[in-house]
């Protein structure tokens, strides 16, 4: 009689199962593999974005650089421009009893040796006018206060220029006991029997 065909137990082939340790290498192996790729494709998104504004923060430190260092050329070459007086002229002197009436022109020289950009537009300008006293020992005596002179339009003042303009005024002093002395002082000093006429006077410059 035949035999059935069987298979003993200890014929049939198995796998026997990774041991620990090769388990733990090859999971090392993989997460690895994965790290490694995940950091190379995050440095590649970011490179540009890094790229770019490093270049944008080294200009705008060129940018602030090259200003600062223009500011300091222009302020280490600045030369205070010069603002005088040149001449202050009386005109139409008229004394009664009641008062004196007279026009004053100020000849202003501003003298501006810098170059660009320090030049300026001249928009409001006063000054302030003054009587002194030009027989007294001192030649200055008591000060009393004239009138107020103005900038009648706008003045331009240019790199390296000298510029001159004049400031009117028309001055009314009503005979009163406080104006008393600067009567008397004007009367002698441009009235009609004077010789010169000439009179001392302070002007100070207000913006």
Same mark, same amino acid.
């Given at each position: 009689?035949?035999?059935?065909?069987?298979?003993?137990?200890?014929?049939?082939?198995?796998?026997?199962?990774?041991?620990?340790? @090769?388990?733990?290498?090859?999971? !090392?192996?993989?997460?690895?593999?994965?790290?490694?790729?995940?950091?190379?494709?995050?440095?590649?998104?970011?490179?540009?974005?890094?790229?770019?504004?490093?270049?944008?923060?080294?200009?705008?430190?060129?940018?602030?650089? *090259?200003?600062?260092?223009?500011?300091?050329? &222009? #302020?280490?070459?600045? &030369?205070?421009?010069? &603002?005088?007086?040149? !001449?202050?002229?009386?005109?139409?002197?008229? $004394?009664?009893?009641?008062?004196?009436?007279?026009? #004053?022109? /100020?000849?202003?020289?501003?003298?501006?040796?810098?170059?660009?950009?320090?030049?300026?537009?001249?928009?409001?300008?006063?000054?302030?006018?003054?009587?002194?006293? !030009?027989? *007294?020992?001192?030649?200055?005596?008591? &000060?009393?206060?004239?009138?107020?002179?103005?900038?009648?339009?706008?003045? #331009?003042?240019?790199? @390296?220029?000298?510029?001159?303009?004049?400031?009117?005024?028309?001055?009314?002093?009503?005979?009163?006991?406080?104006? *008393?002395?600067? /009567? *008397?002082?004007?009367?002698?000093?441009?009235?009609?029997?004077?010789?010169?006429?000439?009179?001392?006077?302070? #002007? $100070?410059?207000?913006?």
């Amino acid at each position: 009689p035949q035999q059935a065909s069987t298979f003993p137990s200890d014929r049939i082939l198995r796998q026997a199962p990774p041991s620990l340790a @090769q388990s733990k290498m090859a999971e !090392k192996h993989l997460v690895a593999h994965t790290d490694t790729g995940t950091d190379t494709n995050t440095d590649t998104d970011k490179q540009p974005f890094c790229t770019g504004m490093r270049c944008c923060c080294c200009t705008f430190f060129l940018l602030i650089l *090259a200003i600062g260092l223009f500011a300091a050329i &222009v #302020v280490a070459n600045f &030369v205070q421009p010069e &603002v005088t007086v040149k !001449k202050t002229q009386f005109t139409g002197f008229m $004394v009664s009893p009641s008062q004196a009436t007279f026009d #004053v022109d /100020l000849s202003i020289f501003i003298d501006n040796p810098n170059d660009w950009p320090i030049k300026a537009t001249i928009q409001e300008l006063k000054a302030n006018l003054y009587s002194l006293d !030009k027989a *007294a020992a001192d030649k200055i005596g008591e &000060v009393h206060y004239v009138g107020l002179a103005t900038l009648p339009k706008p003045v #331009v003042v240019d790199v @390296q220029s000298q510029t001159t303009f004049i400031m009117p005024t028309k001055v009314t002093i009503k005979s009163n006991p406080e104006s *008393a002395d600067l /009567l *008397a002082r004007l009367n002698r000093d441009c009235g009609l029997f004077a010789s010169p006429k000439t009179t001392k006077v302070r #002007v $100070v410059l207000a913006d």
